[in-house]
């Protein structure tokens, strides 16, 4: 097992918990939970105007959803301003970084008439000609003023977990801002100060991270602070290329949750974004994610959000799923369509009873989600069926005589003997053969009769499931309806 990790997940309230995101925090989890370690859940709310109590607890529900537990937290950034400003003071004390007396508009258009690439190169040529006593004056006098980080010559080197050795060249980075004249810390400020004071050991985090980072570590030198290790994750792209956004369909966990998308199956799919275990498995249990994670089988490139993929991989879930355990996720989705248990047809059975597990267990290896299973489930659990148009007019309308003959000589079969599979499979495979015809012309508009669709699970376990009297009433309104002339769906 490797050391113990200290890792963060550090979502800003300004918004829902997003893939993007929770595939971050999954993996800092899986890395916590697979080295023993800790996870550490900070809330970064120092946007005051932007994050709410809402999006703080969307954020806290959708971890919760997930099963991604923390050991620590949430602690909110909020409250370490005051260790902020003091870092910030201290590295003023220090010479190592500068109060900057300028109008940030009046910097940039003095830069640009002089050809100054860098305004911050400006504001410390102004610094320098002030003086530490001058700047002194002014800071006690009450002019507001800024405070910037006086960046050092020289590379910004690190070894990222993903990408390997990196580089950036200190000259192209400012001296930025870390304490705004407001006495507001910046970001990168605030984060250095919260990941050294929660002793995080790895930073795991997106792409869109990659600039901070050197500006972080040079924070973390000035400060005298151990430099955690960083490693970058791809970014999550939609199928056109894109980053993902809304118009891919849904992109925050609550949205996959109310359609009926299970926990494990996003966890697992999430997890193989951007990550595969060096061989052909894919679906993974969470344990199994844990023993097999690492951070070298992560992709340099983007990862593609494929949704029929996401589908798939629920439909493996629910599958798997046992229909007791089920069954409440499946009860309350029906709920949310109107059809919770008091609306259910008498002989459709009850809650919690075997015929309602023989259903689950009939219906769910045919569904992606909840919310499908749950729909397929309507014509088993009401009085009334629903007609698919093309399936009645492909196999009633079309010949409606030969339709009503078959459904006829259908419910005199199926009037006596026993009702399970293999005797009813015997009895309408002879009645299709006394008709003359093919097993598929007794089936098809039977199917229709009992579903009111042209496809569905075997047609005697359908049988079974709905049992002979409602099969039979269903029969003799489907003989009804096929022998009025004026009977049609279009």
């Known amino acids: 097992m490797p050391d113990p990790m200290r890792l963060r997940f550090p979502p800003s309230p300004t918004g829902y918990l997003h893939v993007g995101g929770a595939r971050t925090a999954l993996f800092n989890w ?50 370490g301003v005051e260790r902020h400003r003091e870092a910030a003071l201290r590295l003023l004390a220090e010479g190592r970084a500068y109060r900057d007396f300028t109008d940030p508009a ?106 901070n980072t050197p500006k972080q570590i040079l924070l973390y030198e000035a400060l005298g602070l151990p430099v955690p290790v960083f490693g970058h994750v791809p970014m999550i792209l939609g199928p056109d290329g894109k980053r993902l956004s809304k118009r891919h369909g849904a992109t925050a966990v609550g949205d996959y949750a109310g359609e009926g998308i299970l926990p494990d199956a996003m966890v697992n799919f999430l997890a193989l974004l951007g990550w595969n275990p060096g061989d052909e498995r894919e679906v993974m249990g969470r344990d199994e994610l844990i023993e097999s994670f690492s951070m070298d089988r992560v992709q340099k490139k983007s990862a593609v959000f494929d949704t029929e993929k996401l589908g798939w991989f629920n439909g493996q879930y629910l599958a798997a799923l046992p229909s007791a355990e089920l069954e409440p996720l499946f009860v309350e989705r029906l709920e949310a369509r109107g059809i919770g248990p008091a609306h259910w047809a008498e002989g459709a059975g009850s809650a919690g009873s075997a015929e309602i597990h023989r259903l689950l267990d009939l219906l769910k290896v045919r569904a992606r989600t909840v919310e499908d299973l749950a729909r397929q489930a309507e014509p088993y659990l009401l009085d009334d069926v629903a007609f698919d148009e093309g399936a009645v007019a492909k ?45 598929g012309k007794v089936i098809h508009p039977l199917r229709v009769a009992l579903t009111g669709q042209a496809h569905s699970p075997g047609i005697f376990e359908v049988l079974v499931v709905l049992g002979r009297h409602r099969a039979l ?17 279009s």
């Open 473 to 489: 009433r269903r029969i003799e309104r489907a003989l009804s309806l096929v022998r009025d002339p004026d009977f049609s769906l």
């Open 106 to 211: 009046a910097l940039r258009e003095e830069a640009a008439e002089r050809g100054i690439g860098h305004p911050s190169v400006l504001a410390r040529e102004k610094a320098e000609a002030l003086g530490v006593e001058g700047a002194e004056r002014r800071a006690a006098a009450g002019e507001p003023h800024a405070i910037r980080l006086r960046v050092p010559e020289g590379d910004t080197r690190w070894h990222d977990l993903v990408h390997g050795p990196m580089s950036f060249p200190n000259a192209d980075i400012d001296d930025f801002v870390i304490l705004r004249s407001d006495g507001s810390p910046v970001y990168n400020l605030a984060v250095v100060c919260d990941d050294a004071h929660q002793h995080i050991t790895h930073v795991v985090r997106g792409d869109d991270h990659l600039s």
């Open 395 to 439: 196999h009633w309308l079309r010949d409606r005589e030969g339709a009503a003959e078959r459904l006829d000589a259908v419910a005199g079969a199926l009037a006596d003997g026993p009702w399970e599979e293999g005797a009813l499979e015997t009895r309408l495979r002879a009645c299709a053969e006394a008709l003359g015809v093919g097993a």
């Open 30 to 79: 899986l890395l916590a939970r697979q080295s023993g370690g800790a996870l550490v859940l900070r809330i970064e709310d120092t946007d005051r105007d932007r994050s709410s109590e809402a999006h703080t607890q969307a954020i806290l529900d959708g971890m919760e959803w997930l099963g991604l537990d923390w050991d620590e937290g949430p602690t909110f950034q909020s409250d």
